[in-house]
Nanobody, 116 residues
């Protein structure tokens, strides 16, 4: 029904920046929110940021002030700008779509590693 294709990620130094992208295609009229999740080894997958169809945003406390979620409707793309990266941000980051039907869509995940 919906396809999410991620790009970005990589290895950065502490204090560096990355921008993750999620290209959305397919039937998207029933999506009410787009999200970024992350999962580090040995930890549960956690919600990082949310943007609703009304452009309301949410951030988990550990990234607030450093990360920004945004959407470019013309490009059908959702972004996660990550600044002032810390080693504890190291994780696989996943794009996610929340649908009115209750179903969810997931991207393939992209590795972000923050290390000196």
């Amino acid at each position: 029904q919906v396809q999410l294709v991620e790009s970005g990620g990589g290895l950065v130094q502490p204090g560096g920046s990355l921008r993750l992208s999620c290209a959305v295609s397919g039937d998207s009229f029933n999506i009410y929110a787009m999200n970024w999740y992350r999962q580090a080894p040995g930890k549960q997958r956690e919600l990082v940021a949310t943007i609703t169809t009304g452009s309301t945003t949410y951030y988990t406390g550990s990234v607030k002030g450093r990360f920004t979620i945004s959407r470019d409707n013309g490009k059908n793309t959702v972004y996660l700008q990550m600044n002032s990266l810390k080693p504890e941000d190291t994780a696989i980051y996943y794009c996610n779509s929340a649908h009115v039907s209750g179903l969810v869509g997931w991207g393939q995940g992209t590795q972000v590693t923050v290390s000196s």
